[in-house]
């Protein structure tokens, strides 16, 4: 009873947060707060495989391209399709394509769930390193498959004209349920099973626990709500194509995890928060007139500074800044 009643305590103040803050504050700030919330989506979700189960998965920039197309391509009307599509025509199966944006969003979850049920067989088969190299590949053959396949994502030219249906309040509640869902999967048997995975794979296994369905279960969860913030960082942005999901995403990703901590939830959140916001807070090092002198403008400079803080940081929180703990028990511990 006292969990519903957290429960239902936070996501009134949350929403109410969201909306005054959607209603109110300038654009730039709305953007940054929505630029955050789906990054807390991202974050939280590959923690679930990389740090709750201890799977060294390199693969979200691929599952948030799919996302992203998905979702595009089905906000996208007929019409719309057919003028951005020059290089060749648009599939007869694009063309049929079409939902409103919550569907559309679930619907990108769900098609990217079951991608990564279809990975989970070949990718299962190795660990560690190797597990590592084979995600990393995924990721790239994604990318690959946007940029050729022209009659399904427009090739290098990416889709525009996505219609602008994220808001942060949106965002916001998207944010809110993976929270509140990973974190019930994290305290249910379901999370222990996970948790033992990650501690001794050989072990688990040995006392009855199904190692391959708990590795596929966090793969594919993980890898919904990937979609899902792919999806909504298609309507945020209006605008996708193949540059946007890099490796380098997943090397953000990979930072706010381990900066917040592997396995910790809210360390996720923390670590989204200094990344997103940092970045942001610490722009003023690129332009000219540095802190009142007369300097030439520094492109790069805010990047320099931010790496040697996050060098610091991991030197004197070498598991991050909540290990595995969540922030909570951290309260608990000094009471």
Known sequence: MRYFTTLIITTILVIGTLYFANNHLDGYSV???SNLGIFIILAVSYNLINGVTGQFSLEPNGFVAIGAY???LLLLD???KSMQFMLSDPSPFVMWMHASFIPALLISGVVTSLVALTLAFPVFRVRGDYLAIVTLGFGFIIR????NQDAYTNGSMGLSSIPHDANLL???IFALITVVVVLNIVYSKFGRAMKAVRDDEDAANAMGVNTFKMKTYAFMTSAFFEGIGGGL???LLTTISPDQFTFMLTFQLLIMVVLGGLGSITG???GAIIVVVGMEWLRFLDEPNLLGFTTDAHPGLRMVVFSIILILVMLFARKGL???KEIWDKFRKQK
């Open 144 to 147: 690959i498959f946007a940029i």
């Open 322 to 324: 909540l290990g595995d």
């Open 31 to 33: 953007m940054i707060l």
């Open 78 to 80: 007929k019409d719309s």
């Open 170 to 172: 949106w965002i916001g």
């Open 233 to 235: 960082m298609a309507t």
């Open 70 to 72: 998905v979702t595009a």
């Open 268 to 270: 996720s959140i923390m």
